[in-house]
């Protein structure tokens, strides 16, 4: 949230200055730009001030994301989870982390009200109807969920893209989103349990991924601005108001 809204902020100055937005990524981009611009010194204070901010976020990511993969390098049977199409590897983490030991599981049924995707129930009578999902497990856990069945639906041609697809034409988009959520958390949960990879991989897709675990883990934590000197002067107030410091601004 931090970093959305540093970037949305630089892009709302440089727009002011006719200067399109969407090379605009990271501290290096926002330093590249002040460079071939001619600012005024407050929107000059402003850009470097945010190049600071987003290459401290994008070191303190790069940190996170470099130990996460390193725990999941730890556990052979998680790294199976990136078989499945949507899941990542910060996806695998976290849904081996929140799940735990598959064991404690013994039904298909228990995994999906663990995760808060298992329909509510309610009584009239002798009657029982099922409504919305319970939404009673853990929240953090359906979160993961619900964003991995959303790559599904938009990226995946597979069994599960067309699950979801043949969902939506009779229960609606986002119902169908929840129910391929359900679903994954299922596949997931078999997964773990036999260390097998999932039957319909795209084995390409996963090696890209196990590729990008291996660079991330041992990825050093190097600031974007770091790529060049020029850029890296860009971060001295000196270099940005010819010499006169913060004192360009009174």
Request: proline share 3%; charged share 25%; aromatic share 6%.
């Amino acid at each position: 949230q931090h970093q959305a809204r540093c970037k949305n902020q630089v892009k709302a100055i440089l727009r002011r200055y006719d200067y399109s937005t969407g090379q605009i990524k990271n501290a290096g981009s926002v330093l590249r730009a002040l460079e071939h611009l001619n600012v005024g010194a407050a929107d000059a204070a402003m850009l470097v001030s945010a190049a600071h901010l987003l290459a401290s976020l994008e070191t303190e990511r790069g940190s996170i994301e470099a130990e996460i993969a390193r725990r999941l390098e730890k556990h052979p049977e998680a790294k199976v989870l990136l078989s499945i199409p949507g899941v990542g590897i910060v996806t695998a983490a976290a849904i081996r982390a929140w799940v735990g030991e598959p064991g404690r599981f013994r039904t298909s049924k228990q995994v999906a009200s663990y995760a808060g995707l298992d329909p509510s129930v309610h009584q009239s009578g002798q009657t029982y109807y099922h409504g919305k999902v319970s939404k009673n497990g853990n929240r953090l856990l359906r979160t993961v969920l619900i964003e991995a069945a959303q790559v599904v639906a938009r990226y995946d041609h597979g069994k599960l893209g067309q699950f979801y697809r043949r969902k939506s034409l009779h229960i609606g988009c986002r119902k169908a989103i929840v129910a391929l959520a359900r679903k994954l958390v299922v596949v997931e949960w078999k997964i773990l349990l036999t260390g097998e990879p999932y039957r319909d991989q795209v084995v390409a897709k996963t090696r890209r991924k196990e590729i990008a675990l291996q660079r991330m883990i041992h990825r050093e934590s190097v600031r974007s601005w770091e790529v060049s000197p020029a850029i890296r002067r860009g971060l001295d107030p000196s270099s940005v108001y010819g010499g006169q410091g913060m004192q360009a601004l009174t």
